[in-house]
């Protein structure tokens, strides 16, 4: 059974960094695709970063520049550098790995971590 498992959230000021990480229990298919959403109470999810089923790595306009998707395929990691951050990434950040056909998922990936709260305040 896939479990995924984040962590590395927590609370930093603005233009502060923080590294995520989420760590991939189980068997997962190379071929699957996996990235970060966050949400925000009120709000739909959002996809953050992905890698798409290419292995590319694309980002939502909002963080472009500012967000760096990285996986370790051996340790089973997929990690997200945040840079710069704004009081608008305030959310809680979820892991996702599923089926994508280039950079569209298809349909809501089938796994999702806990996911982990990031609060950036001024």
């Known amino acids: 059974q896939v479990q995924l498992q984040e962590s590395g959230g927590g609370s930093v000021q603005v233009g502060g960094s923080l590294r995520l990480s989420c760590t991939v229990s189980?068997?997962?298919?190379?071929?699957?695709?996996m990235g970060w959403f966050r949400q925000v109470p009120g709000k739909e999810r959002e996809g953050v970063a992905m890698?798409?089923?290419?292995?590319?790595?694309l980002y939502d306009d909002s963080v472009k520049g500012r967000f760096t998707i990285s996986k370790d395929n051996a340790k089973k990691n997929l990690d997200l550098q945040m840079n710069s951050l704004k009081s608008e990434d305030s959310a809680m950040y979820y892991c996702?790995?599923?089926?994508?056909?280039?950079?569209?998922?298809?349909?809501?990936?089938?796994?999702w971590g806990q996911g982990t709260q990031v609060t950036v305040s001024s």
């Open positions: 890698f798409d089923s290419d292995g590319n790595s």
């Open positions: 189980g068997y997962i298919d190379s071929t699957v695709c």
């Open positions: 996702a790995a599923g089926d994508c056909y280039g950079g569209t998922w298809l349909g809501s990936p089938n796994y």
